[in-house]
C-alpha cells in the first residue's frame, strides 16, 4: 500500500507529533516528575487532547505517510530489549522459530493459535513507514506482515470487546513487557503484524519473530516478540494498569499519537 495523506494533513501531523515529543523528552528525563501523581495526572490530560486533537484532524482511518524504497534508511535501531533472555524464547530462536505461535483470545468467539508458518502465509501487505522513537530518532523501514483486522476477523470479536492487550516474550527491569490498543487503532489499515523488515525475516533486535506496527504512534507502542493478542473491555485492568510496559513503569501516555 502506498496512499499517502496530503500535504496539509502531513503538516498537522507534524505538528501532533512534535507536542507528542515533546510530552516524550519531559518523561524520558525527569524521574522526579513522573513519580508525582499531580504530574502524571496533568499529562493524562494532555494525552486527552492529543488523541482527540490527532483523530480530528486526520480522522478514524487516516494514514501515517509512506515513502519509497530510496528513503530507507541504513538501519532501524534495536531498541529496548535487544534479546530476551526468557529461556522459552531462547530455545524458539535456536530453531528459527518453527515452533512459535500467536495466541488471540479473550472477549473472542473463536479463541485461536496461529502458527508462525500460517501468518507468513496469509494475504501480506507492506508499507515503507517512519518509526519515531520517545528518545529523539527516527528511522525508515520496509515492513511486511498481515493486517492486524484480517486476524481478528478470523477470530471474531466479541461486542464487549475494546482494547487489544499484546503480551510479549521479553522483560525489563519492572516485569513483562506489554502493550495496548483501542480497535480504532487496531483496525487502522497500516496496523499490522510484521514479520519481516527490508525485505528479510526479522532481526531478534527488531522483534523477531512478530512484532505489532501501530504507524500512527510513537515506537514504545510497538510492541515486539508477540506471543499472544488478548482482547478486553478495559485495559485498566491488565498488569499495573497503564496500558503498557512505559506506561507503568514512568507514566508514557497511553496514546502517544504522532
Known sequence: MN????????TRRALVGSLSLAAGGLLTGCDALTANQGWRDTLRLAETG????????????GLAREYSPRDISRSVPANGTRAPSDA???RQAATGFSDWTLSIDGLVERPTRFALGQIRSMPRQTQITRHDCVEGWSAIGKWTGVNLAALLDAVKL????????FHCADSL??????????LVDAR????MIAWALNDELLPI?????????VERQLGYKHAKYIRRI???????????GGGGYWEDAAGYEWYAGI
Request: net charge positive.
Open 3 to 10: 496512499a499517502k495523506p496530503p500535504a496539509t494533513i502531513l
Open 50 to 61: 492529543n488523541m482527540a486533537l490527532q483523530r480530528g484532524l486526520l480522522g478514524q482511518d
Open 188 to 191: 487502522h489499515a497500516q496496523t
Open 158 to 165: 466479541r461486542d464487549s470487546a475494546r482494547y487489544l492487550v
Open 173 to 182: 527491569r519492572a516485569g513483562p513487557y506489554y502493550e495496548s490498543i483501542d
Open 230 to 240: 488478548e482482547a478486553v473491555a478495559d485495559y485498566r485492568l491488565s498488569y499495573g
Open 205 to 213: 533486535g527488531n522483534g523477531a519473530p512478530l512484532r505489532l506496527r
Open 88 to 90: 522459552d524464547y531462547l
